[in-house]
């Protein structure tokens, strides 16, 4: 029994590093769409900038490239929604696994628990079992 017990116990050690890993995959994908995110608002805060700059252009030169800039902006903002997006459903992805590896722990940690209580009986039965305590003096007086 006691062997199982160790081996339930290294198995939840194992399930707790597994959530730990899974934790922080899900906390640095969650980062990562923050990060992209905050980079989207920065660029269209950009693209509207350049564009009232566009605007004041006097020259046509310069007005085409301030408004070709802003057309690229405006790309890069679009290109930039489909990073955010596929970041969204890996930080998805991540906290799905993090849920899994939580149940997987709190499942092991009852296993845990349970053998542990087994053992505990079964220590104490055998404990229980066994003939009551005589004091010396009442042995060496039986010889």
Known sequence: MRKMLASRRRMLDMR????????????AAHGSEASLEQKREQLKALAVHMHKAGERCREG?????QLELVDRLRRAEDSIDGAIDQARQKTAQMERQRIAAYRK???????VERAAATVDAQTERKIGEQPPARPRRMMERAR
């Open 61 to 65: 030169r310069t007005l085409h490239s």
């Open 105 to 111: 722990r709190e499942m092991a940690d009852q296993l």
């Open 16 to 27: 707790e590093t597994q959530l730990r890993i899974a934790t922080g995959d899900s906390a």
